[in-house]
């Protein structure tokens, strides 16, 4: 099955710096790639998408690249802000209903 | 505010009870799934309905009882839990469309200790 290693673990930013997190996946049938963000007591909530047809996909302070040769995907955070703060997780998928996460990223904007 | 509602948003049982957990969405989505989570680890599959028919089962204890009424809810009734249920329950949902993957929206779900 589909494998999605997810790096850094935790990851701490000054306000108003970058933040990128990097996954990448096994399977090369894998043509889905959401990011989730989860706030504490929440669940996860669907931040950006990108499919295996398109190398980058921007939404705001948000994009997310995909190397399909390589296959790595990465999610970059710009102007963080407090809000930014949660825990990330990549995903990967090859059919309708099946997503591989990543272990996640906690992510700490200090102000 | 999530368009999945789950309820209820914590719930205290013991080994021998038997209680349900409750999934609404009114997004016309014709595919629903149940998620467990534990802390600090990403969401695991737990059942996947389509078209209210149970299409995946990711070989998970009969002591967990999913079921979608109609379209729009799913339950999951619970009986004879073991303490190592306690996690995070989550329902999420998206279209259905065949080979064409579509996004997965999540509720807030359903927090589970077993005492």
């Known amino acids: 099955g589909e494998n999605v290693e997810q790096h850094p673990s935790t990851l701490s930013v000054q306000e108003g710096d970058s933040a990128v997190i990097k996954c990448t996946y096994s399977?090369?049938?894998?043509?889905?790639f959401p990011w989730y963000k989860q706030e504490l007591g929440k669940g996860p909530q669907l931040i950006i998408d990108?499919?295996?047809?398109?190398g980058e996909k921007k939404d705001q302070r948000i994009a997310v690249t995909l190397n399909k040769t390589a296959k790595h995907f990465s999610l970059h955070i710009t102007e963080t802000q407090p809000e930014d703060s949660a825990v990330y997780f990549c995903?990967?998928?090859?059919?309708?209903?099946?997503?591989?996460f990543g272990a996640g990223t906690t992510v700490t904007v200090r102000a | 505010d999530t368009e999945v509602t789950q309820t209820p948003k914590h719930l205290v049982m013991g080994m021998t009870n038997k209680k349900s957990l409750k999934c609404e969405q009114h997004?016309?989505?014709?595919?629903m799934y149940w998620y467990k989570q534990k802390a600090k680890k990403p969401p695991e599959l737990m059942f996947v309905y389509s078209y209210e028919k149970l299409s995946i089962n990711e070989s998970v204890p009969s002591r967990f009882s999913p079921e979608c009424p109609n379209s729009s809810l799913l339950n999951l009734h619970l009986h004879a839990l073991q303490p190592e249920d306690s996690a995070l329950y989550l329902c999420a949902s998206s279209q259905d469309r065949g080979s064409h993957y579509q996004p997965q929206h999540f509720g807030d779900g359903t927090r589970l200790s077993i005492l």
């Open positions: 990108i499919r295996s047809n398109v």
């Open positions: 997004m016309g989505h014709r595919a």
């Open positions: 995903a990967a998928s090859s059919n309708d209903y099946k997503l591989s």
């Open positions: 399977d090369s049938a894998s043509n889905y």
